[in-house]
């Protein structure tokens, strides 16, 4: 005697009477829209390091018009046409020591410090100066008071302009410093110079009480002063940037062709 075995489908991609299963009309839906929202994202990714390879390419094209041109001699008188970056300069004067002020979390050859920044005045009225990017200092272990060699008298310093001094990214909120904070304390700062995470210049001249100039005079060559002048320059690979982008059209591209595939295969199996 036979026992009777249920009818099973011999595929399982069909009904039992050959008709073909259709895709969960949600879970299609679903697929076009994240890989819709993965080739918008990537292909937004591309072109931002697209652009930040062309920003990289014009910095290097500021770079080498600023080194072609003749050095400076900066004066109260200089104006911002001068005031070409990345061209070689030279000022005289004397410093305001009781200015200077310590920028935190720099790097140099792996270890932390800060770099210092004091005005250097034109005349012995100290009223216009420029800010001079000196150099970098090491952090002392363990961490304290941070002292900081200034020559006195008149000193000629020479090195490269720069529109302003470096950035690092700083979320007020959680460094707990106001901005306003560090303009409320200048000239004659109680002990060690102020500790700040970044500078702007106007901030810095107001605090200061002093005009600058409206660019960063980066400090090169030996001082007296034990300082570390080793300046990195600014970054100007662009070829990095456009790998990267090439990388982020590539997935753009994947993702389209998954988005075309399951649209052909959702119309096949409508009809």
Not at 44 to 66: I, M, P, S, V
Not at 236 to 249: E, I
Request: charged content about 25%; overall charge positive.
């Amino acid at each position: 005697m036979k026992h009777a075995t249920p009818d099973f489908p011999r595929n399982k991609g069909r009904f039992a009477d050959g008709r073909a299963r259709r895709p969960h009309g949600r879970a299609t839906a679903l697929a076009l829209v994240l890989l819709a929202a993965a080739m918008a994202a990537t292909v937004a990714l591309g072109r931002w390091q697209l652009g930040r390879a062309h920003e990289k390419e014009a910095t290097l094209a500021a770079l080498e018009a600023g080194r072609a041109l003749p050095p400076l001699v900066l004066g109260p008188d200089r104006k911002g046409g001068d005031l070409v970056p990345w061209r070689s300069a030279e000022a005289s004067g004397h410093w305001l020591a009781d200015r200077t002020v310590l920028l935190d979390n720099r790097m140099a050859n792996g270890r932390p410090g800060f770099w210092v920044v004091t005005p250097l005045a034109f005349d012995d009225s100290g009223r216009q100066a420029v800010a001079v990017l000196r150099g970098w200092l090491p952090r002392p272990v363990p961490d304290g008071p941070v002292s900081v060699r200034t020559p006195s008298g008149a000193v000629t310093v020479r090195g490269d302009l720069v529109p302003r001094v470096p950035r690092l990214f700083e979320l007020p909120a959680l460094s707990g410093r106001k901005r306003d904070e560090f303009s409320a304390s200048l000239p004659g700062w109680p002990g060690a110079p102020p500790r700040l995470q970044n500078l702007e210049l106007d901030t810095y001249a107001k605090a200061a009480d002093v005009a600058l100039l409206p660019a960063v005079l980066e400090q090169t060559g030996d001082a007296p002063d034990g300082l570390v002048r080793d300046w990195a320059g600014p970054t100007t690979n662009s070829d990095t940037h456009r790998g990267y982008a090439l990388q982020w059209f590539s997935f753009a591209a994947i993702a389209a062709i998954a988005f075309g595939v399951i649209l052909v295969r959702t119309f096949r199996s409508k009809r």
